[in-house]
């Protein structure tokens, strides 16, 4: 079956620290791959995406991830964090079906973020 | 450009009661979905609409569950009757095109059936 995993429910930083948020994926054939960030009492906003090309793809507020097909992961990084950066954070997958039905996105129960000043 | 819209933002019902949640998508976009999140679980995708089309909706718990898209422009989803399990927040998300194209996420209705 297919899944996305999460394998930390929080992570903690300090501000100006970098971090990281993994992801880790399991499809089969070629996965398209999304991070969401969720602010308190908002909808999901996007962030970035991979389809293909680069493996390391840049994304919204200096977000980046980088996708390792070897490892199946697509973890998020940001160099400095910021205590506005504090939200959860949801990693996704999509992977075409042979009608393209079944598109939707395949979500890992996400990871809270939390920045100290 | 708006964004995805939901309503209600919150709705609070006894077991065995009805309700319908709206979406309005970003206009022009053809792709519709919902997906719900029950408290602390992963976010689950319930169906897809293509305009009018059901494209997918093996997502659907059972047949409490009913959406409709009429005319291709907005779509509700009605649960009846509701159940305690079915407590969560329900999302509605929609894209311009499929697949390679990110789904814009509207805020949610959060659903608690008592």
């Known amino acids: 079956a297919q899944s996305v995993a999460q394998p930390e429910d929080q992570v903690n930083v300090a501000e100006g620290n970098p971090l990281t948020v993994k992801c880790t994926y399991s499809?089969?054939?070629?996965?398209?791959l999304f991070w969401y960030v969720q602010y308190p009492n908002r909808g999901l906003q996007f962030l970035l995406k991979?389809?293909?090309?680069?493996?390391l793809v840049k994304g919204s507020y200096g977000f980046e991830a980088e996708f390792n097909k070897s490892q199946t992961s697509f973890h998020l990084k940001k160099p400095s964090a910021l205590v506005s950066d504090s939200a959860l954070y949801f990693c996704a997958v999509r992977v075409m079906g042979a009608n393209q039905a079944g598109t939707a996105l395949i979500f890992g129960k996400g990871t809270t973020l939390s920045v100290s000043s | 450009e708006a964004g995805v819209t939901q309503f209600p933002s919150h709705s609070v019902i006894e077991k065995g009661q009805t309700v319908t949640l709206r979406c309005d998508p970003i206009s022009g976009h053809d792709n519709l979905y919902w997906y719900r999140r029950v408290m602390g679980k992963e976010i689950k995708f319930l169906l897809h609409?293509?305009?009018?089309?059901?494209?997918?909706e093996s997502g659907m718990p059972n047949n409490r569950f009913l959406a409709e898209r009429t005319g291709g422009t907005y779509s509700t989803l009605k649960v009846q009757p509701a159940e305690l399990e079915d407590s969560g927040v329900y999302f509605c998300a929609s894209s311009h095109r499929d697949f390679a194209y990110e789904q814009y996420f509207g805020p949610g209705t959060r659903l608690t059936v008592t």
């Open positions: 609409f293509v305009k009018e089309s059901k494209q997918d």
């Open positions: 499809v089969s054939g070629n996965p398209y």
């Open positions: 991979y389809i293909t090309g680069d493996n």
